[in-house]
Nanobody, 117 residues
Framework: QVQLVESGGGLVQPGGSLRLSCAAS????????MRWYRQAPGKERELVAA????????NYAGSAKGRFTISRDNAKNTVFLQMNSLKLEDTAVYYC??????????WGKGTLVTVSS
């Protein structure tokens, strides 16, 4: 049974940091690129960061560049999103996604990040 379980969300003040984790199971994690998406209230889901299967290439949305870092530990089947200098507009539900061309995508259920003073 495939599972992606996000954790690490919560309430943080502007300028603060959070580290999200996504634990994967039920599939060969190292064969999949991993992505973090987010969906703010009333908005469409958007891609925040992506990392290739072996971690050699990372890409970020413009809003995340310089503040967020995606990483992965294939030995632990886990992907991370370090978020620094958080802003009010970073408030959203953050979702973990596993992607491999030609295969179905897997999604987690999300973790809520609230940035508020």
């Amino acid at each position: 049974q495939v599972q992606l379980v996000e954790s690490g969300g919560g309430l943080v003040q502007p300028g603060g940091s959070l580290r999200l984790s996504c634990a994967a199971s039920g599939f060969t994690f190292s064969n999949y690129g991993m992505r973090w998406y987010r969906q703010a209230p009333g908005k469409e889901r958007e891609l925040v960061a992506a990392i290739t299967s072996v971690g050699g290439i990372r890409n970020y949305a413009g809003s995340a560049k310089g503040r967020f870092t995606i990483s992965r530990d294939n030995a632990k089947n886990t992907v991370f999103l370090q978020m620094n200098s958080l802003k009010l507009e970073d408030t959203a539900v953050y979702y973990c996604n596993a992607h491999r061309s030609g295969y179905v995508d897997y999604w987690g259920k999300g973790t809520l990040v609230t940035v508020s003073s």
